[in-house]
């Protein structure tokens, strides 16, 4: 049985309760990270510390916990739950008022909801879809627009990656005004000879904490990297594509609504990117 987290209470699991008032639950009004643990320590904490602020700031939303609080929380429950290679998922709500309302509560009365809690994943840095690939469809992009906030609000997301899994594919690739937007839960890459495409920053997409590191790194090896828009028939004829996230790392697309790149297997530079990536978060996990 897991320990959790629960605002200030590290408890198992079955204990855990929040209230039917918690605005994440009437009003997916919260917002949340994804942190993986690798050897038992987390990657690129500072970097998904950053993005929780900014989320929080857009949505006026103030958290419970200083970020030297949260480290602290973090590794406590990777020690607790003998995490060795995994996932921390950690959600901040506005809280929960004395009833549902539409109109934010007092912050002075009603304190936000934090909670924390542990996946183990075993083999997540040696999975076998790194050497397969996986093979995408694309879909409509039918999100609010500021995706940039990384809030709980993924029901579209999670119907996307059931619409790809009745199709007996992976994933989805959403689509906005004939361009790819980003994944269901995940950055979108293509590459063509030498460069790297992914589409910009803004409030189309997440500002992914693990798509920042992996364009440093693709820089640092040498590699050109564009920034702008790309549609699907463009990443059908590229070489090869791959997404970013902090659950799949790198991870090769090898196809695409029914396409296969390339000769139809995982590329070098993405099968590069991921070795990069994973030896360098290794040197800087804390």
């Not at 093979?135 to 940039?148: A, F, G, H, T, Y």
Request: overall charge negative.
């Amino acid at each position: 049985m897991r320990t959790v987290y629960v605002n200030g209470e590290y408890l198992p699991e079955t204990e855990a309760k929040v209230s039917i008032f918690d605005r994440a639950f009437l009003m997916a009004d919260g917002v949340y990270e994804v942190t993986s643990v690798l050897g038992g320590k987390l990657i690129d904490f500072d970097g998904h510390a950053r993005r929780l602020q900014r989320s929080l700031g857009e949505l006026e939303m103030q958290s419970p916990v200083t970020t030297e609080e949260l480290l602290e929380i973090h590794r406590e429950l990777v020690r607790v739950n003998e995490v060795d290679e995994g996932m921390i998922y950690l959600q901040i709500t506005r809280g929960a008022p004395d009833d549902r309302d539409f109109v934010f509560p007092d912050p002075e009365t009603t304190a936000p909801t934090i909670v924390l809690f542990t996946q183990s994943k075993p083999g997540l840095a040696d999975s076998p879809k790194a050497k397969e690939g996986m093979k995408v469809i694309s879909i409509e992009d039918q999100r609010w627009s500021r995706r940039d906030i990384k809030t709980v609000q993924l029901l579209y997301p999670s119907m996307g990656k059931m619409m790809a899994k009745k199709a007996g594919k992976d994933d989805a690739w959403m689509v906005e005004d004939g361009s790819v937007t980003e994944g269901t839960s995940n950055n979108a890459y293509i590459v063509k000879g030498d460069t790297i495409v992914t589409r910009g920053l803004s409030n189309d997409i997440l500002h992914g904490i693990t798509r920042a590191a992996v364009l440093r790194f693709a820089e640092e090896a040498q590699m050109k990297v564009e920034e702008r828009p790309f549609t699907i028939e463009e990443a059908q004829g590229a070489d090869e594509a791959f997404i970013t996230s902090a659950s799949t790392f790198v991870m090769p697309v090898v196809e695409i609504d029914g396409v296969a790149l390339g000769d139809g297997t995982p590329g070098p530079r993405a099968a590069r990117l991921r070795e990069i990536y994973l030896e360098e978060s290794r040197k800087t996990a804390i």
